[in-house]
């Protein structure tokens, strides 16, 4: 189902998940562009949530308690925070290093630890009656394990409580190019039997399983290349998604070191204007029964 666990264990592509970006030096770059380039998106429908969840927008009056599940270096934590300086905040990460640049900026009413997302919070992180609302933005889609991790969230969460999910479609990118028709191609195969496909068939039935209601699912379209500025800056949020799954084919052994240089090369040198495609993302809502 999608990527869960059955009767054979998936193989963890990184220590704690199949995170296969892992071992990449730059991947630091590549999360605050994408960061950059979803800010206002992210915002929108964490706004949303809120309403969902019947929770205070006013910046004021919103003193809520939110769980950020495999926050990183904290752009989407200090983000929220920025905007609803009340809130109480805490998130957590399997990578030390992560969590400790997320903590050196940390303002009042946040706290970040080190946490496998696999296992159960620690009752003491949890407030007294469960997290009001809690995001795990590009995180499920790595865990082998999706049914347990959706299990956990759900019990750190209040009854009422709101989950944001961000994933990504089992085609999340598309470009009329055929260098960057190989690489798809071959990607697909390498996520596929690290269990990372089928998020839009098996999510919602998950997080049925796991008490949640009130379940939406929206695909966020951006477009890459072309003749706006915002296409050639995903345009080029693509190329480092590209440079840093080289790993992935490589030791998946579908396609070798140099023929993905030639490729990623290509796409490189290829004039931006010429190019049309689309990345895409999935912001799921959900609430807790």
Not at 1 to 16: A, I, S
Not at 190 to 196: E, P, Q, T
């Given at each position: ?16 998940s ?115 609302a ?27 409580g ?37 998020m ?38 693509a ?51």
């Open positions: 189902m999608g990527g869960e666990e059955t009767g054979e264990q998936v193989r963890l592509f990184g220590t704690h199949n995170y296969f970006f892992e071992r990449n030096l730059d991947d630091r770059q590549r999360l605050a562009q994408q960061f950059s380039l979803l800010r206002e998106d992210f915002n929108l429908w964490f706004d949303q949530a809120l309403r969902l969840g019947r929770l205070s927008a006013d910046p004021q009056r919103a003193d809520w308690a939110v769980l950020d599940a495999g926050c990183g270096e904290g752009q989407y934590a200090h983000e929220v925070v920025r905007r609803y300086p009340h809130a109480h905040l805490t998130g957590f990460d399997a990578d030390p290093a992560a969590v400790a640049a997320a903590a050196g900026p940390a303002g009042t009413g946040m706290r970040f630890m080190v946490h496998d997302a696999r296992q159960p919070l620690p009752a003491e992180v949890v407030p007294e009656g469960g997290f009001q809690a995001v795990a933005w590009m995180v499920l889609l790595y865990l082998p394990d999706k049914r347990a991790a959706l299990a956990h969230l759900a019990a750190a969460l209040a009854p009422g709101v989950l944001m999910l961000g994933n990504v479609p089992d085609e999340p990118l598309l470009l009329d190019h055929p260098d960057a028709r190989v690489i798809l191609e071959t990607g697909r195969a390498a996520i596929a039997r690290l269990g990372m496909t089928g839009e068939q098996t999510l919602e039935p998950l997080l049925q399983e796991a008490g949640f209601t009130d379940i939406t699912t929206a695909v966020l379209r951006y477009p890459l290349g072309g003749a706006t500025s915002y296409g050639h800056r995903w345009y080029a949020c190329l480092s998604s590209f440079a840093a799954g080289r790993q992935l084919l490589s030791q998946a052994g579908l396609m070798d070191q140099a023929e993905y240089e030639q490729h990623l090369q290509a796409l490189v040198d290829a004039p931006i204007l010429d190019q049309a495609g689309e990345l895409r993302f999935l912001v799921t809502l959900a609430r807790r029964t």
